[in-house]
Nanobody, 128 residues
Framework: QVQLVEAGGGSVQAGGSLRLSCVASNSDGNLCMGWFREIPGRQREGVAA???????TYATSVKGRFTISQDSAKNTLYLQMNSLKVDDTAMYYC???????????????????????WGQGTQVTVSL
């Protein structure tokens, strides 16, 4: 059973930056990992994902502002978030699945049901 623990959320002013991290334990290392976010009353949104070979995909809303990366030696996933907007306010969840990533459509979207393992979430709040 893969376990995921996020850290790095917090409050920041619009235009600022935050870096989220997620440590994966009980993993054989062959993980597809990513980030989702959720605003109460709205559908979960796939933010970004990364394959073992480093290939990445991003939601259109964050492309050019967020960067997903991983340190395989430390079993750690990161999400660097720059130029934050009020609309980025959400609970952010680290996710993982023990196989190759599955992305959908020309925009290579990530969907919640493709990921079995979810962290507890970390809150990001962006204010004006």
């Amino acid at each position: 059973q893969v376990q995921l623990v996020e850290a790095g959320g917090g409050s920041v002013q619009a235009g600022g930056s935050l870096r989220l991290s997620c440590v994966a334990s009980n993993s054989d290392g062959n993980l597809c990992m990513g980030w989702f976010r959720e605003i109460p009353g709205r559908q979960r949104e796939g933010v970004a994902a990364i394959e073992n070979d480093g290939r990445t995909t991003y939601a259109t809303s964050v492309k050019g502002r967020f960067t997903i990366s991983q340190d395989s030696a430390k079993n750690t996933l990161y999400l660097q978030m720059n130029s934050l907007k009020v609309d980025d306010t959400a609970m952010y969840y680290c996710v993982a699945e023990q196989r190759a990533c599955r992305w959908y459509g020309s925009r290579r979207q990530i969907v919640p049901y493709e990921y079995s393992y979810w962290g507890q979430g970390t809150q990001v709040t962006v204010s004006l």
